[in-house]
């Protein structure tokens, strides 16, 4: 299989759309050499395509401005902890490395339920629970569970203990309208189509 590819870009390349029997796991995909991190993207089905490389119809996060050395207030969104959940190894693979060169503190899962179950560990890890990830980078279309079901749960346990919202970010390829609505319903902050250039989701950190 041919991977394909732009100039100068690291790209995850799609074989073909998804049937109806494939749509819980990710498309099999080919892996170019490594690239430097801005020109790093993730793809997910071709089909279709979304219209920008870059593209939310939810509300994302308000950025938080750095606060300046001396002024006695810590930015929560600094040095932010991550979740970072794919189905797909390879792109789980790149999306520790972006975290690894951004610096960020980040735990990995490969399907929705892993993901709520370190979601639950590391919330209860300290007394009274807190909130263990600021942002969760989240596949929609994982076996076991699902993001959609996997991002309900993180939202019951938030409520249950009375913590504050963790950022949720769907990475998917799944691009119609009705899946943006059900992600939305579902208690996803941010909908990104793929395929997602890794310099926009580090804007989402307030990154440039």
Known sequence: MTALGLHDH??????????????????????????????????????????LPFSSTLTPPQSVTPSSPGSGEANE???????????????????VVFAKRQKLRYCEAMNGLEAFETYKSEATSTTPA?????????????????????TRNIRKFEKERNLPRSHIVALTGLASAQDQQDAQDAGVDMYLVKPVKFADIRRIFGGR
Not at 77 to 95: G, H, S
């Open 10 to 51: 690291h790209t995850l390349a799609p074989p073909g759309a998804l049937t109806e029997d494939q749509r819980s796991l990710s498309d099999s995909i080919a892996l170019q050499s490594p690239p430097e991190e801005s020109n790093m993207t993730l793809f997910g089905s071709p089909s279709p395509p979304p219209v």
């Open 77 to 95: 969104y600094f040095n932010p902890r991550v979740l970072l959940v794919d189905d797909n190894a390879i792109n789980l693979k790149l999306l």
């Open 130 to 150: 807190t909130r263990p990830f600021d942002f969760i980078l989240m596949d929609i279309s994982m076996p076991i569970m699902d993001g959609l079901a996997s």
